[in-house]
């Protein structure tokens, strides 16, 4: 549970955090990965991407330190990711 004092843009303490947008009958649906290394990430990131195979997912925003300093680290991943 989280303390008043401190608001959180993710509820978990992992160092890298992605927003994973799919396809939907009606509209879009989001699905995230995370991880401490950009390994655990992309191996997060490649498991949302199977299940959803279908629904054309894409990688819509990856933030290191999504509680702190909110490093926005999308176009790295997208990179390492589509050559994984």
Same mark, same amino acid.
């Given at each position: 549970?989280?303390?008043?004092?401190?608001?959180?843009?993710?509820?978990? +303490?992992?160092? &890298?955090?992605? #927003?994973?947008?799919? #396809?939907? #009958?009606?509209?879009?649906?989001?699905? !995230?990965?995370?991880?401490?290394?950009? $390994? #655990? @990430? @992309?191996?997060?990131?490649?498991?949302?991407? +199977?299940? &959803?195979?279908?629904? =054309?997912?894409?990688? =819509?925003?990856?933030? &290191? $330190?999504? !509680?702190?300093?909110?490093?926005?680290?999308? &176009?790295?991943?997208?990179? @390492?990711?589509?050559?994984?």
């Amino acid at each position: 549970m989280q303390s008043k004092d401190i608001l959180e843009n993710v509820p978990h +303490n992992y160092r &890298y955090h992605a #927003e994973i947008k799919y #396809e939907t #009958e009606e509209g879009f649906g989001y699905t !995230n990965a995370m991880g401490n290394s950009i $390994d #655990e @990430l @992309l191996e997060g990131i490649k498991e949302r991407f +199977n299940y &959803y195979k279908d629904r =054309e997912p894409h990688i =819509e925003e990856v933030l &290191y $330190d999504p !509680n702190g300093e909110k490093a926005d680290v999308t &176009y790295k991943i997208r990179n @390492l990711f589509e050559g994984h």
